[in-house]
């Protein structure tokens, strides 16, 4: 084709370009003067190039593995053929995991999500779901988990074999949308840091605990595996800085290094060593990483967003932020603000009658439980329907009260408060009580100076409750303070214990790291209720099922029934007894219904039970060790006292004799 030349409109254009770009380039070698950051966009474009590289593969190894399916089903491959073309995608997989899960998480668990089913509930809202019934859609699992488990089943069926062809299309179609976003956009440092961090705290508070291996059993290569390419990248950087920056990326790198072989070399599930892989491998790696972001991309910490980025361990007391949980502003948490919250916490005058407080139910001694299967009700008479769950950490959940009904904490306060069986209390009563008080009128309006709404209102006494139970935390326990190594005391019971927790029993693919409760790691975002077929009591050789629907109670979906809130095992030394009905009087007792595989492994229909109902086959020894470890984790490091006394009530006098904490 002939040359034609530029149109004279875009002739004109060019001086006008040419300065532009020359002012781009003086910018950009400026700038590369200044920060580390343009140095370090190599890296990021190689790591970018690498995942490309890796997401191609993954994508014909899916395509690879649909295919074999259906030779499977023409009887034309093997079922070791097909197994074989499974794991060829999971190892796949695993080299991309930590940006398919930072970049696109709910992708990544079309991938590779839990396999159960999900449930789809339109906008409920608390206040109103006593009126309006929400509609609930429930949608069929998928992705590698399910795959897993249909691919090693006894006997793979044609429906069975069909069904995985499905899902291996439904694999491909979601690994393809993933690498098309990552071929959009370029990835920058901020990314790929934030981006290794989470894969560290995703292996060590998910991936050596076996929970995305459902049926071939976990493989601690394939765990490896995922750590590979925070490896990779690490060295990247490190190549590429100098200075401070540069020792950071060293550490990374040695960390990394030592944790991929330990990984290698001790491939055994059952006898792996997670204590020492935690505290002396992984928890140092993201300390340097931590340590390396702040270097190359200061920032301040961020409350929006659970986990705390300036924590450098997971074990950190700082790791996770209440203030972000608690859904609060945190100049809330003022002094003068949790102050008033603990006065109004102990007092009885929040009741009808004037006889109990929080704190009748949540005793400070008892780690804010009562030591009653079922709490005593408001007028002594009978119980209320649950056992009062520890306040200790509570605040670490996305959802509260055993079936998940409230997203807020300062939900829960009104909850109990106008509950006939809890406080019986008329809301705006006590309201007016309390301002006939000059004392709490004045600790009011020092705790909500700065507001608009400095008043005494249901709000602000919700707000100030709430900023109380806020700062409950306690994380110095003997086992915290060993694994943040200011300590080498740790019983070896203990210690064995963390190793059956996190490995052979499975209760860390519930219970994560580091709060033990059922938040998940490693965004923290969502708080997760399960089915264990909980009995009606300990008497395991009659089992019968708990009554209580649970979060089936609220939400009305199938999945949902006797499905709770998988609460904390912090503290549990004093929170006897245990699970939402108060059922196991011991700690001996939870760990024999796990040993046994829950209510389905006792014999009980609970055909959605979410806890594998095969027996854990634990020895006594090593049930002992569990206990142990859950002992480590009781933190009497903070006293918590009750206020020395209450606010008075000058023209009601009748008032003035209430007993701090309310009877029980
Ligand atoms: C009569 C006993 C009783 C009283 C009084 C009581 N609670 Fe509770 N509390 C319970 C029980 C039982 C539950 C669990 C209820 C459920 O899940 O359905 C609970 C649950 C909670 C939870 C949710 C914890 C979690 O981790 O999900 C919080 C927070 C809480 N209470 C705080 C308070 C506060 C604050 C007060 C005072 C305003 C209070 N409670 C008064 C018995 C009581
Ligand atoms: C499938 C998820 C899952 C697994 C696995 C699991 N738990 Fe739980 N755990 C829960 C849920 C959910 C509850 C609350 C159940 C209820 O009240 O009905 C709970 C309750 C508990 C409690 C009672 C806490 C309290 O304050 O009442 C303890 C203790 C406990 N689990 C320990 C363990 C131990 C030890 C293991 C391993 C042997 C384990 N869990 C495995 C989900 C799980």
Redesign the pocket.
């Known amino acids: 084709m002939a040359y034609k030349g530029l149109p004279t409109d875009k002739v004109k254009l060019m001086p006008v370009l040419l300065l532009m770009s020359m002012c781009l380039f003086a910018g950009i070698v400026l700038t590369s003067f200044k920060t580390e950051t343009v140095r370090t966009n190599q890296v990021a474009d190689t790591v970018r190039q690498s995942l490309i590289a890796d997401m191609s593969k993954l994508k014909q190894q899916s395509q690879l593995l649909a295919v074999t399916l259906e030779l499977l089903m023409q009887e034309q491959a093997s079922l070791e053929q097909a197994q074989e073309a499974f794991y060829q995608v999971k190892q796949a997989y695993k080299k991309v995991e930590y940006m398919a899960e930072y970049l696109d998480p709910e992708l990544a668990k079309r991938i590779n999500g839990a396999p159960l089913p999900k449930v789809l509930v339109e906008e409920v809202n608390y206040q109103t779901l006593h009126f309006q019934k929400p509609s609930v859609r429930t949608f069929p699992p998928e992705g590698l988990q399910v795959l897993e488990e249909l691919v090693f089943a006894e006997e793979v069926e044609p429906v069975i074999a069909k069904e995985a062809i499905v899902l291996a299309h439904g694999l491909q179609d979601a690994v393809s949308l993933l690498s098309g976003s990552l071929y959009q956009q370029p990835l920058s440092d901020k990314q790929i840091l934030e981006s290794l961090r989470e894969q560290l705290v995703r292996v060590v508070a998910m991936g050596i605990t076996g929970f995305d291996a459902p049926a071939a059993g976990c493989e601690l290569a394939h765990v490896a595996l995922a750590l590979q390419p925070v490896l990779h990248a690490a060295q990247l950087y490190d190549s590429s800085l100098s200075g401070k920056a540069k020792t950071y990326s060293s550490k990374a790198v040695e960390q990394l290094q030592q944790a991929v072989l330990y990984l290698q070399q001790h491939p055994a599930f059952d006898t792996f060593d997670r204590l020492y892989f935690t505290r002396e491998l992984a928890d140092l790696a993201y300390a340097a990483l931590t340590a390396l972001q702040q270097e190359l991309l200061p920032t301040a910490a961020s409350v929006h967003k659970p986990v705390n980025d300036h924590a450098s361990s997971l074990f950190s007391a700082d790791f996770l932020q209440a203030a972000y949980f608690a859904k609060q502003d945190r100049r809330e948490q003022k002094p003068e603000l949790i102050e008033l919250g603990k006065v109004l916490f102990f007092d009885p005058v929040l009741s009808a009658n004037n006889e109990r407080s929080c704190a009748s139910c949540h005793v400070p001694s008892k780690a804010f439980t009562d030591g009653q299967a079922r709490s005593i009700a408001f007028d002594f008479k009978g119980t209320v329907q649950r ?1 009062s ?2 306040l200790l950490n509570s605040v670490f959940s996305n959802a509260y009260f ?1 079936d998940s009904r409230a997203i807020y904490l300062q939900d829960q306060v009104p909850d109990v408060v106008v509950k006939s069986d809890e406080l019986h209390g008329n809301y705006e009563e006590v309201v007016l009580k309390l301002q006939q008080s000059s004392e709490y009128r004045k600790l009011f309006k020092r705790a909500f100076s700065s507001q608009a709404d400095n008043g005494l209102s249901t709000n602000t006494i919700n707000r100030a409750i709430a900023a109380y139970v806020q700062s409950l935390v306690a994380l110095n326990s003997p086992f915290d303070r060993y694994m943040r190594r200011e300590t080498e005391q740790l019983g070896a019971s203990a210690k064995r214990g963390y190793n059956l ?1 996190m490995g052979k ?3 860390g ?3 994560f790291a580091p709060t033990f409760n ?1 938040t998940v790691p490693p965004r923290y975002l969502e708080s997760e ?2 089915v ?1 077929g ?1 009995t009606a009591s300990a008497d395991f050789a009659h089992p019968t099922l708990d009554e209580d629907l649970g979060r089936a109670g609220v939400i009305p979906a199938d999945a949902w029934k006797h499905s ?4 904390t ?1 912090r503290n ?1 030394a004093l ?1 006897a007894p ?4 108060g059922a196991f009087a011991v ?1 001996a007792e ?2 024999d219904f ?1 040993d046994a595989g829950g209510g389905a492994g006792l014999g009980l229909d609970v055909p959605n039970q ?2 594998p109902d095969s027996p ?1 086959n634990l020895t006594e020894g090593e049930k002992q060790d ?1 206990i142990a470890f ?1 002992e480590s984790l009781t933190d009497t490091a903070t006293v918590y006292a009750a206020p020395e006394r209450l606010p008075q009530f000058p023209k009601k006098a009748g008032l003035n004799d209430r007993l701090i904490g309310g009877r029980y």
């Open positions: 056992n769950p520890t055993w927790f029993a499975a209760c693919t519930c219970h059922g209720t399960e264990l909980v709770f809130k998988t609460p095992v549990a929170t245990y699970m939402h009905n700690l939870v760990v796990y979410t806890l854990l569990l859950m």
